[in-house]
C-alpha cells in the first residue's frame, strides 16, 4: 500500500505563487508516472501536469508557462511550482501517482487533495 501526503495548498491574492509538495510512501519499488490533477465541485478532475520518471513534462494549456512540475526521485516526491495564480486557478489539487512493483505491476494512488482558493 501506499500513501500519498500532499501539502502547501492556501489562500492567496492573484498573482502570487504557491507551491504544492506530494509525498509518496509505503511499498514502493519505483515510481513511475507522478501528476497533478485539480477539481471544481460539479466538474470533471482535470489533469494539469505530468511528469514522468524520465522527467518529460507536460501541461495543460491553462498553466502553460505558470506552473512547473518536478520531482525528487530520492524523496518520492513530487512539486507544482505555481506562479501568477488567477482566481481561475482555485480549485482542489490532487496528487497521483503510479507506482510499479518488483513483479511488473503497475498501480494508481491518488492524494487526499489541498484547496487552492486565489482571490482577486
Known amino acids: 500500500q501506499v500513501q500519498l501526503v500532499e501539502s502547501g495548498g492556501g489562500l492567496v491574492q492573484a498573482g502570487e505563487s504557491l507551491r504544492l509538495s506530494c509525498a509518496a510512501s509505503g511499498s514502493i519499488f519505483s515510481i513511475n508516472t507522478m501528476a497533478w490533477y485539480r477539481q471544481v465541485p460539479g466538474d470533471q478532475r482535470e489533469r494539469v501536469a505530468v511528469?514522468?520518471?524520465?522527467?518529460?513534462?507536460n501541461y495543460a494549456d491553462s498553466v502553460k508557462g505558470r506552473f512547473t512540475i518536478s520531482r525528487d526521485n530520492a524523496k518520492n516526491t513530487s512539486y507544482l511550482q505555481m506562479n501568477s495564480l488567477k482566481p481561475e486557478d482555485t480549485s482542489v489539487y490532487y496528487c497521483?501517482?503510479?507506482?510499479?512493483?518488483?513483479?511488473?505491476?503497475?498501480?494508481?494512488?491518488w492524494g487526499q487533495g489541498t484547496q487552492v482558493t486565489v482571490s482577486s
Open positions: 497521483y501517482v503510479i507506482v510499479g512493483t518488483a513483479t511488473g505491476y503497475n498501480f494508481q494512488y
Open positions: 511528469i514522468s520518471s524520465g522527467g518529460m513534462t
